[in-house]
């Protein structure tokens, strides 16, 4: 089992920056990638960003390549998500998630993130 937990959501205005941060405990061995998802009201899950375990192994969503960084720890056990230039139509609540290959197995609660003037 991988338990994760979220933290860094938050409210603020466009064009301001979060940092999210997911640290995953449990069997950290069990998986290579961490990726981070977002749901909207009334939409579905959709990916963001994910993770290998090297840092030039990652892959973004189109909606945020260019504003989102992501990155890993040394220990690859925690993620974490630069979100720079946040606009309205990224309000979501984010999860993050890990797993191997395609699949997610294990993922978190999830961290609001509301913008917005």
């Known amino acids: 089992q991988v338990q994760l937990a979220e933290s860094g959501g938050g409210s603020v205005k466009p064009g301001e920056s979060l940092r999210l941060s997911c640290a995953a405990s449990g069997r950290t061995d069990s998986f290579t990638n961490m990726a981070w998802f977002r749901q909207a009201p009334g939409k579905e899950r959709e990916f963001v960003a994910r993770?290998?375990?090297?840092?030039?192994?990652?892959g973004y969503s189109g909606l945020v390549k260019g504003r989102f960084t992501i990155s890993r720890d040394s220990a690859k056990t925690t993620v974490y998500l630069q979100m720079n230039n946040l606009k309205p139509e990224d309000t979501a609540v984010y999860y993050c998630a890990v797993g191997s290959g395609p699949r997610y197995n294990y993922w978190g609660q999830g961290t609001q993130v509301t913008v917005s003037s």
């Open positions: 993770s290998g375990r090297s840092s030039r192994d990652t």
